[in-house]
């Protein structure tokens, strides 16, 4: 018997010790021996009955090399193993909108947009894939530019996926990630079947907001629609979830973002989730995690300052890493999983849409002979990106919820996708950890986390 290798040990403060294990996603509140003996103090020891708690909570293994086996064969399973199609795509790189940040202007061009034809052609390609392998549901991103520009299409794959799953008597899931400031009630209910949840983004405080997210001719107060938008969704009894972009320029102000969310019953809702993203580097990072960055750009009182606003509006900003097997790091890792642009061409980041030169596969024609090779090892150089290759992840408490991070971020800072990315982990989760834990104290619920 050994202490787990992927045990974060956390000293809130004297008399607080928090042990959190990244294999199972379990926190848990230890007295100062099983933190030394978790720890692997010299002389540390427990009881045999305190010992066996530990080893079924998963923060005690028999042995570290099995322990190794086990999350080599969830990496594996999580890659090759999951039966679900999951595909985002760009229905337009269009958008209404004019935010001066935005990348997708920038880089590709804004008129094009997926027609009804390659609609087609791409619900052909995920009916193709379900059964090569036997796939158990679909799930589909609808993405953009602002998806809502091209409403007609999104209606046609959402309707055809609809008839096609029903027929195979499997699921069909489906994300909208859009600016929310064309959501109507007709809308969502022609896109309702399968929808879990809409992304929608503020820019912080509505003045700081309303002076950024302006449209092509000017216009601005867009805040006050957008949350017009979340309370559609919210009465039609679909997700809302709040991409809230932190600009150095408002950070402060912060709170005034709260507060009107609040106001209009946006935000202390079940099925309201809301997280941070920081747009200094928006290439370089992925929104999946990107809550997990911004102490790499932003100072820990910023974190702080977050922290206190949130929990006064009985919010929990943070949320416990779970094993990327449960909730994916990166899900492109998976070989069932891809974006699609417009012209029909599969890539396997989103930071790479639309780039000649990261083409991983088509939905139309097939590529030529010596395209498809090299589209093919790109598809590949992501799949098969593993923490199990780099000793230092082998050797990393986060490695579970981790993976090696972000191959795209490696990428931009290494020169090479073949190595790892820790810059989202390492020194931020444990923050997150005791931030959660400190929440939960505050709100007067720690005693939902078990005492070891
Ligand atoms: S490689 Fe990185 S940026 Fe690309 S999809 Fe994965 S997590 Fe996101
Ligand atoms: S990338 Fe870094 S933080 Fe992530 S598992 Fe590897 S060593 Fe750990």
Redesign the pocket.
């Known amino acids: 018997m050994e202490p787990s290798k992927f045990n974060s040990l956390i000293e809130v403060d004297d008399q607080t010790w928090l042990a959190f294990n990244h294999t199972q996603g379990r926190l848990i509140r230890t007295s100062e021996p099983v933190f030394r003996y978790l720890r692997q103090d010299p002389g540390a020891q427990l009881d045999e009955q305190t010992v066996a708690r530990l080893r079924s909570r998963g923060f005690v293994v028999e042995s570290r090399s099995k322990e190794l086996d086990y999350v080599a064969h969830h990496l594996s399973n999580f890659r090759f193993g999951r039966p679900v199609v999951n595909v985002s795509v760009v229905l337009t790189y269009a958008c209404n909108m004019r935010c001066p940040y935005c990348y997708e202007t920038a880089s590709h061009p804004p008129q094009t947009t997926l027609t009804p034809e390659m609609a087609r052609h791409l619900v052909a390609d995920i009916k193709r894939r379900v059964d090569e392998v036997g796939a158990r549901g679909v799930a589909l991103t609808l993405y953009g530019g602002e998806p809502f520009v091209n409403l007609k299409v999104a209606r046609q794959l959402v309707e055809d996926l609809r008839v096609y799953t029903t027929a195979q008597r499997i699921e069909l899931e489906t994300i909208i990630i859009s600016n929310g400031t064309l959501i109507t009630e007709e809308a969502i209910a022609d896109l309702r079947y399968g929808l879990k949840f809409v992304q929608l983004t503020l820019e912080g405080s509505p003045q700081y907001h309303d002076q950024v997210r302006v449209g092509p001719d000017n216009t601005k107060g867009t805040f006050y629609r957008i949350l017009e938008s979340a309370k559609m969704l919210l009465k039609a009894g679909i997700g809302v979830q709040w991409r809230i972009q932190i600009s150095p320029a408002d950070w402060r102000s912060i709170g005034d973002c709260f507060e009107a969310l609040n106001a209009a019953g946006v935000l202390r809702h079940p099925n309201v989730r809301l997280y941070f993203f920081p747009i200094l580097d928006i290439q370089?990072?992925?929104?999946?995690?990107s809550f997990a960055c911004y102490e790499e750009y932003f100072s820990p009182d910023m974190l702080e300052h977050f922290w206190k606003i949130a929990t006064a509006y009985q919010t929990n900003l943070f949320r416990l890493p779970k094993p990327v097997w449960e909730s994916p790091?990166?899900?492109?890792?998976n070989m069932n999983t891809w974006?699609v642009d417009p012209s029909g061409r599969k890539f396997?980041?989103?930071?790479?849409i639309g780039h000649d030169d990261a083409v991983c596969g088509t939905i139309g024609e097939p590529l030529p002979g010596p395209e498809r090779t090299r589209a093919r090892s790109r598809e590949l150089r992501?799949i098969n990106r593993t923490a199990m290759d780099y000793a230092e992840c082998r050797d990393c408490e986060y490695m579970p919820s981790c993976d090696s991070?972000?191959?795209?971020?490696a990428a931009a800072i290494k020169g090479t996708?073949d190595t790892n990315?820790c810059e989202m982990h390492k020194g931020v989760v444990p923050h997150q950890i005791a931030y959660y834990y400190k929440y939960l104290q505050q709100a007067g619920e720690s005693s939902r986390i078990e005492v070891v």
């Open positions: 370089s990072v992925c929104s999946a995690k790091y990166c899900s492109f890792v974006v396997k980041c989103v930071a790479e992501v991070g972000c191959g795209f971020r996708w990315s």
